[in-house]
C-alpha cells in the first residue's frame, strides 16, 4: 500500500511538472549573487529544480545515525 502511494505522489507531481511547463515556456536565467545562468525555458529549470530536489532527498534518507545511549 506505502508503495502504491509514492508511485501515485510521484506521478501526480510529474504531472504537474509537465503541466505547468507547457503553459510557462519562456526562456528564464537564473542569478545568484554575481553569477548568472544562461536563458533556460521555465519548464528545463523546474525539472531540473525538481530533480535536484528528489536526489538530494534520497542522499540524505539514506545517511546513517548514531545514537549514544
Given at each position: 500500500m506505502r508503495?502504491?502511494?509514492l508511485v501515485t505522489l510521484l506521478a501526480l507531481w510529474?504531472?504537474?511538472?509537465?503541466?505547468i511547463a507547457v503553459q510557462?515556456?519562456?526562456p528564464v536565467a537564473i542569478q545568484f549573487l554575481t553569477f548568472q545562468s544562461v536563458?533556460?525555458?521555465?519548464g528545463v529549470v523546474l525539472s531540473f529544480c525538481?530533480?535536484?530536489g528528489m536526489l538530494?532527498?534520497?542522499?540524505?534518507?539514506?545517511?546513517?545515525?548514531?545514537?549514544k545511549k
Open positions: 508503495q502504491l502511494t510529474i504531472m504537474a511538472i509537465a503541466i510557462n515556456a519562456t536563458a533556460l525555458p521555465f525538481a530533480a535536484l538530494m532527498t534520497a542522499a540524505l534518507l539514506n545517511v546513517p545515525t548514531t545514537r
